[in-house]
């Protein structure tokens, strides 16, 4: 009875507690915090405290704008217990000030999901601060609305979510400071609640906009992945009226237009065209009737709800609709005629529709030579002159030779008169040219590619890319942004970043939507456009050399200004990198406007000299931030000067000197603190006015004897900009810059070495070993997160030695993860510009005398991990401005990768005959290229790409005996 009765006690207790066991955590155990809008949010994000929108201490989210505008800002929930905690809701109450209010309604939610990235481009490597590795990014943005997707939402043990916040300030609504609630709901009922306080500025943005942004999209992949029959997909070949699904595809349709109108942008359905038929003659005839139904919303303002119509339109016409192939090809007589007809009714109809002053042509050519790409948009160009001469032809080449700017040939045709419309890719595109046209009452578009030309649309693309390319374009004069495709989606529909630049919005479907959603890099760009209405409102408010002064610091350059040994070529990025900094830009603006207001009034509780001396700190604090002078070195030679016996080695340092300041740089370039025995040659370099936003290349020269390198192969070196101009007459450093002067010495081989890749019949020697390398582009840009912000992860070791008849490079490459390594079977090398790029392998680069001018009188040597030689003189990627030819040299090379389990050897040997007229001293390079992080490193410490001879390290091997 006694063992029953405790075996009761016992279980009633078991069951007691087993019923209070959590398995999940509520909000309490939530850590909640908010970041700006321009922070690119990963999933180990860290809490913050204080930042320019939120405070810990307040409990509060602060957020300005002015009517008319759309504010953002990332609320971010970080899981610090151990069990998962669930968010079943996150909503805004109104926002009040006084009797007025700012409904809750004009709040947008999502919550931000990741896409998985694992290989990057080399503009990524070399331009921002991470290499390759798998990561993850926040971009498609679902609706806390949308069936699937968003809530409720588990956030696991330690883990990351964001959610991104819109808030749409009304027109009419008055100016003030309004507060509100945000709360957010667990799975059991329990909250947590923050402040957000808005504060509305005495000012509007224009309905209208004063930067043209043309979103294009193709319906047929937009009713691919969102319209449904008895619910399977269904894709209407053309949409009329009389299709069982014209009801839904057009609410598809006009959802799409009116969230890429809400962002500012034109939408455009490029494949909307009228329905062709052929009469009794076999002229084409065109029936507007579907057409005008479907677009005729987008051009009265009809379909939007600011009712404001769309200021461009082109000609329904594409490419490939209608099909050339069906008329003879691009160019038949066929073809020709049936587009000249098609071209005469489409200008007759927008002229009785009203639309005919705001057509465009955009067609763009095919074909890959650039010679035929001119023909043919002359053979067009001519055409419409025929058909009728106000049609407004857009045309992507540029209306000038690219000769000045490298390339060797250029099948340059002037068409100019042809043309109404450049609109440019970024990589092509000379504001100082553009200038020249518009001054011909020709338009300039802008048409993003690729970093450093213009920022990139690409979801790993840091996030001022999206927001500069609206400044951008208002910098340079353009009137608009086109951005042909916004909805180039994977067939499987899956965010991926393969192009993404091309992929703005992405499909709803999978979250229950029948409409796409927006994507992170969309809001982005509309923070950009909405900068630009607060430039244009300065202009027209008497605020002109301000709102000039603010552009031209956030976007000093870019285009061609970026080019810097020739067009393929690229420096760093032209705008402002700094996300802090723009958002201070934007204060600046806000600040500018309120004052320029008849309506605006200083804070009676702020002293008028505190007011200006904020004022006078948030200036300074934005000059130091966008503003400074800039000193770099491209590369450091040495020459051999048999006539001076005292100090024979000439040394010259190359450097780039940039005045990125408001006002003119004077002063004189030299190096500085030289190591014993070193002596500056001549006087210093003198740098006379040189221009705001203007920049010169400088060589330094110093002498010296003979002296030691480091067990790395270099020398460190130093060099500084000075002024003269202090009253004592001291010098005054106003920049400085550090480069490296490598040398290797050649050690003579009396024994012979066998070709096959290990090294154990190598000698040991002194002087002739080059390591240490450095990653291309870290000079520009260090890594972040990795034991060196500017070195390779993975040591690589390189030896030289020579005999009578050869010259023996070894390369010794640490690898501790040799079977994660990239080999292919096959002997070709492939480029990314101008890296290397696939697969492991090392380089040579030799310039055997001083005459080498560029990348076509150097020799180039690559061994593959695979074992593959390739040998040529210039670089294939450089083929189009310096030569490239064979260079059939009789070397041999071998790889090991066997020996040793911690790194892969090669081991080459070049015939010194193959290297033509040799000097004593002369310039190489090695270099190797490590496929799993993407690292691209030299041993000079190159800073760009490694195919000039400025950048080379530097070799003695004196004449064989």
């Keep these: 009875m006694k063992n029953n009765f405790f075996t009761l006690i016992l279980g009633s207790l078991l069951l007691g507690l087993s019923g209070c066991m959590q398995t999940e955590s509520g909000v309490k155990s939530l850590h909640i915090w908010a970041v700006p809008d321009w922070v690119t949010v990963f999933r180990d994000a860290l809490p913050e405290s204080e930042n320019a929108v939120f405070s810990e201490t307040a409990k509060q989210v602060r957020l300005q ?14 899981n610090e217990s151990a069990l998962p905690a669930t968010i079943r809701g996150v909503t805004a109450s109104d926002l009040t000030l006084n009797v007025h209010t700012v409904s809750a309604d004009q709040f947008s939610m999502y919550l931000q999901h990741w896409v998985t990235v694992h290989d990057y481009p080399s503009w990524y490597l070399r331009l921002t601060p991470y290499l390759r590795e798998t990561r993850e990014y926040p971009d498609p943005l679902v609706p806390l609305t949308a069936p699937k997707g968003a809530l409720p939402l588990q956030i696991m043990p330690d883990q990351c979510a964001a959610f991104w916040i819109d808030l749409h300030i009304p027109p009419g609504t008055e ?9 957010i709901t667990d799975h059991a009922g329990n909250s947590r609640e923050l402040q957000i306080q808005l504060e509305v500025f005495p000012f509007a943005l224009p309905q209208s906009n004063h930067l043209t942004v043309i979103a294009g999209f193709n319906t047929q992949t937009l009713w691919q992945h969102h319209l449904t029959i008895n619910d399977r997909a269904y894709t209407p070949q053309r949409l009329t009226f009389n299709d069982p699904t014209y009801e839904s595809a057009t609410a598809i349709l006009d959802t799409t237009a009116r969230m890429l109108h809400e962002h500012r942008c034109i939408p455009v359905p490029w494949d909307i065209q009228p329905q062709r038929e052929l009469d009794a003659h076999g002229v084409i005839r065109l029936d507007w009737t579907d057409y005008d139904r479907l677009v005729a919303g987008f051009l009265d303002g009809t379909a939007f709800d600011n009712r404001m119509p769309v200021a461009l339109w082109p000609l329904p016409i594409t490419a490939d609709l209608p099909n050339p192939e069906i008329y003879g090809g691009w160019g038949s007589q066929s073809y020709r005629n049936m587009l000249a007809e098609y071209l005469r009714q489409c200008t007759a109809h927008f002229q009785d529709q009203g639309w005919m002053d705001r057509h465009f042509l955009w067609l763009p050519q095919p074909g890959s030579d650039r010679l035929e790409r001119y023909r043919s948009y002359e053979w067009l160009g001519q055409l419409l002159s025929e058909v009728d001469p106000r049609i407004q032809l857009a045309c992507d080449l540029p209306p000038y030779s690219l000769v000045p700017y490298g390339m060797k040939t250029d099948n340059y045709r002037d068409i100019a008169a042809l043309v109404h419309i450049w609109g440019l890719p970024a990589s092509l595109m000379d504001p100082r040219e553009l200038a020249h046209q518009r001054a011909a009452d020709k338009s300039a578009w802008l048409l993003p590619d690729r970093p450093p030309y213009a920022g990139s649309l690409s979801i790993i693309a840091p996030s001022t890319h999206a927001r500069s390319l609206a400044w951008m374009a208002r910098r340079f004069g353009l009137s608009a942004i086109l951005l042909p495709q916004v909805n180039a989606w994977p067939a499987n529909g899956h965010p991926n970043n393969s192009g993404s630049e091309n992929a703005l919005i992405w499909p709803g479907n999978e979250y229950g939507l029948d409409h796409p959603i927006p994507s992170i890099r969309l809001k982005r760009l509309l923070r950009g456009i909405q900068d630009c209405e607060y430039l244009w409102l300065m202009e027209h408010n008497g605020r002109q050399g301000i709102a000039r002064l603010i552009e031209t610091d956030m976007i000093p350059f870019g285009g061609a200004a ?42 009676p509780g702020i002293p008028e000299d505190i007011r200006q001396f904020a004022e006078q700190i948030e200036w300074t604090r934005f000059s130091h931030t966008v503003r400074n002078l800039e000193l770099q070195f491209d590369g450091v030679r040495m020459y051999l000067d048999e006539q001076d016996h005292s100090r024979p080695l000439r040394i010259e340092g190359h450097v780039w000197l940039l005045n990125a300041t408001r006002a003119p740089v004077s002063g004189k370039l030299e190096f500085i603190d030289l190591p014993e025995g070193w002596q500056n040659d001549g006087p210093p370099v003198l740098i006379d006015n040189l221009q705001p936003l203007q920049g010169t290349r400088a060589v330094l020269r110093a002498r010296t004897r ?41 050690q003579p081989i009396t024994t012979p070495i066998t070709v096959d890749g290990r090294l154990d019949d190598w000698p040991l020697a002194m002087g002739n070993t080059a390591s240490d390398f450095v990653l291309l ?37 640490r690898d501790d993860r040799l079977h994660e390594r990239t080999i292919t079977r096959n002997n070709l090398v492939f480029y990314d510009e101008l890296w290397p790029t696939g697969e492991d392998l090392v380089e040579v680069v030799l310039a055997p005398d001083s005459r080498a001018v560029d990348a076509g ?38 790889v090991d990768d066997q020996s040793q389990g911690d790194r892969w050897t ?31 490193g030299s041993w000079s410490a190159a800073r760009r790409y490694l195919y000039n001879p400025v950048t080379l390290g530097n070799i003695y091997l004196p004449p064989v005996q």
């Design 857 to 894: 009188d150097l020799f180039h040597i690559v061994v593959k991990a695979n074992g593959a030689v390739i040998t040529e003189r210039g670089v294939a990627c450089l083929a189009e401005v310096a030569g490239n030819e064979p260079w059939p040299a009789g070397i041999s090379a071998a």
């Design 906 to 936: 090669v081991e080459i040997k070049i015939p010194l005959t193959s290297l033509g007229r040799r000097e004593a001293l002369w310039g190489i390079n090695f270099a190797r290229y490590h496929s799993l992080h993407g690292e691209y």
């Design 706 to 746: 003979p002296f030691p390198v480091n067990s790395d192969g270099f020398v460190p070196v130093r060099a500084a900009m000075l002024s003269t101009k202090a009253s004592d007459g001291s010098n005054r450093y106003l920049t400085e810059a550090s480069g490296r002067l490598s040398l290797i010495n050649v």
């Design 175 to 183: 100016p003030g400071v309004y507060t509100g609630t945000l709360r």
């Design 777 to 813: 582009g870290t000079a520009d840009v260090p890594k972040q997160n990795r034991f060196s912000p500017y070195q390779m992860s993975r040591r690589t070791t390189v030896f030289v030695g020579h005999d009578q008849d050869n010259l023996y490079i070894a390369f010794n490459c």
């Design 562 to 603: 970026c080019y810097g040994d020739h067009y393929l070529d690229g420096r760093g990025h032209g705008w402002v990198s700094d996300g802090s900094a723009w958002m201070l830009a934007r204060q600046i603006m806000a600040r500018e406007l309120r004052q320029a207001m008849p309506v605006a009034a200083a804070d």
């Design 65 to 78: 704008a002015a009517v008319n505008e759309r504010v953002s800002c990332q609320l971010l929930f970080k």
